[in-house]
């Protein structure tokens, strides 16, 4: 099977939004894998980070809300069985509920092909990593927004430099061994103004770490305007770009970077059709808001709102129209790959 990433090209070389849309149709008609699952088992974190855009929630008991081990049982019957990719964590920190690294081992025994835990990596053991790689983990993002002590302690508030690298040493090590020659290594990094100058020693700083993915995006968005790349900023965002991207080549590692739109000011046009394949799942509203999934299957709903009719309908409106309809995914698929 292609990995997501060979599907994300494809899909980026795919100039009509049509032939996509008929894709996902045959895929639900023949109950084929064709779901991206986003999955925060808590909506919460261990840190503040400067350049997040999740603005935190309590329950009525001053923690933040977290799915029960039978919400996510029940949630993962739902979507899992039709799910290509699970990655566990997206806007909030997986590690700080108690049964994450179930979660993992559920998505695994669910036979999702691509399952990946997005995280800052602070609350990591080696013994985390270790279960991690042994319950099915095939991706680990680990989120560094500096490349300098001060700024990434400064950005990522609560966070600590000397941890973030003995977990990516310990990452190092356990990827040298031969039963996690699979368990590949992403590294996320979010441009600001505050850290743009130092963008450009990434690989200097993290390449020991032989990362396999490089995600380079812009922060975006008004939690942080302050932070946000102005236009002045281009030519030296651009610069910086450049040379990792001959350095990733050189060093065999895979960039996604924000190369066309790095100021946001417009949607991609790949977003077309992520309504019907990208499921985001938190405690506060699983994928849409009139989902009752306590009371309704994924397939029930699907039936109730006639998704596979709207599909075929879609298929006759313009990539224009689509994109508009979409306005909530309006930043996702905001890079290149190369």
Known sequence: MLSIYGLLRIHQRLR???????????????????????????????????????????ASDGRPPAFTWPDIERLASMLFPGALQVVIGC??????????????????????PWIGLTTNGQNLQERDLHELARRGLGELTLSIHGVREQTYERLMVGASWDRLHEVLRAVRDLRTGRPSRRFRLRLNYTINRENLAESGDL??????????????????????????????????????????ARECRERRILLLANRADPLHAAPAAGIAVLPAVYLYVDPVTVWREDFAWRTETYGQYC????????????????????????????????????
């Open 16 to 58: 009509s939004h049509r032939l996509v849309l008929l894709g996902v149709l045959l895929a639900r008609r023949l109950r084929l894998r064709h779901l991206s699952v986003r999955f925060d088992p808590v909506a919460g974190c261990n840190l503040a980070c400067r350049v997040c855009p999740s603005v935190a929630t309590t």
């Open 91 to 112: 806007s909030w920190e997986p590690t700080i509920h108690p049964r994450y690294l179930d979660l993992v081992s559920l998505a695994r025994a669910w036979k999702v």
């Open 203 to 244: 690989l200097d700083v993290f390449g020991e770490y032989r990362p396999d993915v490089l995600q380079v995006r812009p922060v975006f968005g008004g939690s942080a305007p302050g932070l946000n790349l102005r236009s002045e900023d281009l030519a030296a965002y651009r610069i910086h770009l450049a040379s990792l």
């Open 303 to 338: 039936r109730r709102i006639g998704l596979d009719r709207q599909l075929r309908r879609d298929l006759f409106r313009s990539r224009g129209e689509l994109v508009k309809s979409a306005a909530r995914y309006a930043d996702s698929l905001k890079y290149d790959l190369d």
